[in-house]
């Protein structure tokens, strides 16, 4: 519009604001793209459905996540999708389909044996053991190929 390069207005931003030597991560096409996934239990799978979507019909370009962000179930999906490098987002929707296919709600979690009670003195109100293993056995000790925040 102005004749700006805007990869050196961002670079320029980014160095007065102080925050060049945060790693500024930034798109072959010079935008920088986040995903932020929210939380609430079944909002998870139809995440993962808009993703498949994304994967499907957008231009791979367009959904080159620098960094991705999520809260509660949300978190878990950013996790899993910040596990596959650019270019691989097919095999991240692949793997999050799995997750929410192959398993059933109660896969992820038992309520307490005395569930009216122990609530109060747990961190939850349903015991989450079941989903540390799951989530242990898909993310394990791998390493994030994306900037994360969750």
């Given at each position: 519009m102005f004749g700006l390069n805007?990869?050196?207005?961002?670079?320029s931003l980014a160095?007065?604001?102080g925050i060049a030597?945060?790693?500024?991560?930034?798109?072959?096409?010079g935008k920088c793209r986040v995903l932020a996934?929210?939380?609430g239990g079944v909002h998870g799978a139809f995440e993962v459905g808009v993703l498949q979507a994304f994967v499907e019909k957008l231009d791979p370009?367009?959904?080159h996540y620098d960094y991705v962000s999520g809260v509660s179930i949300g978190a878990i999906n950013a996790s899993m999708f910040s596990l596959f490098d650019y270019g691989d987002e097919k095999s991240a929707v692949d793997l999050l389909l799995s997750l929410y296919k192959d398993n059933l709600p109660q896969d992820f979690w038992d309520f307490w044996p005395t569930y009216f009670i122990e609530p109060f003195w747990k961190q939850s109100f349903v015991d989450p053991s079941k989903m540390a293993e799951i989530l242990t056995k898909l993310i394990g000790d791998k390493t994030f190929k994306r900037k994360i925040s969750v």
């Open positions: 805007s990869r050196k207005v961002t670079a160095t007065a604001m030597d945060m790693g500024l991560a930034l798109s072959p096409d996934m929210r939380g370009l367009d959904i």
